[in-house]
């Protein structure tokens, strides 16, 4: 069984950085895929980043390009969500999702359904 935990979240005003961490047990994670969503009050769950564990190949929201990054450290099995110059709209929950065979990853790193674990989440709230 993949446990996922994410920790890093808090508040934090406007302009401001977090940077969230995903810390993953349970399996060898060389062939898996994992990713960042978020789901704000009232809203539905959506993908924000995503990054194969053995390559490192990344995708993004369009719209966060250039404010977040992920990464991951291999030795530790921790993915991480850099967040910079935060938004009061980034203000959301944040989930940690892992897939354990990244074949077909390009087709399906965006959607939900695409990853079989999820952490608890942690809340991001950035104030105006």
């Known amino acids: 069984q993949v446990r996922l935990v994410e920790s890093g979240g808090g508040l934090v005003q406007a302009g401001g950085s977090l940077r969230l961490s995903c810390a993953a047990s349970g399996r060898t994670f060389s062939s898996y895929a994992m990713g960042w969503f978020r789901q704000a009050p009232g809203k539905e769950r959506e993908f924000v980043a995503a990054?194969?564990?053995?390559?490192?190949?990344?995708y993004y929201k369009d719209s966060l390009k250039g404010r977040f990054t992920i990464s991951r450290d291999n030795a530790k099995n921790t993915m991480y969500l850099q967040m910079n110059s935060l938004k009061p709209e980034d203000t959301a929950v944040y989930y940690c999702a892992a897939q354990e065979d990244w074949e077909g990853f390009r087709s399906w790193y965006s959607s939900r359904s695409g990853y079989d674990y999820w952490g608890q989440g942690t809340q991001v709230t950035v104030s105006s």
């Open positions: 990054i194969s564990w053995s390559f490192g190949v990344t």
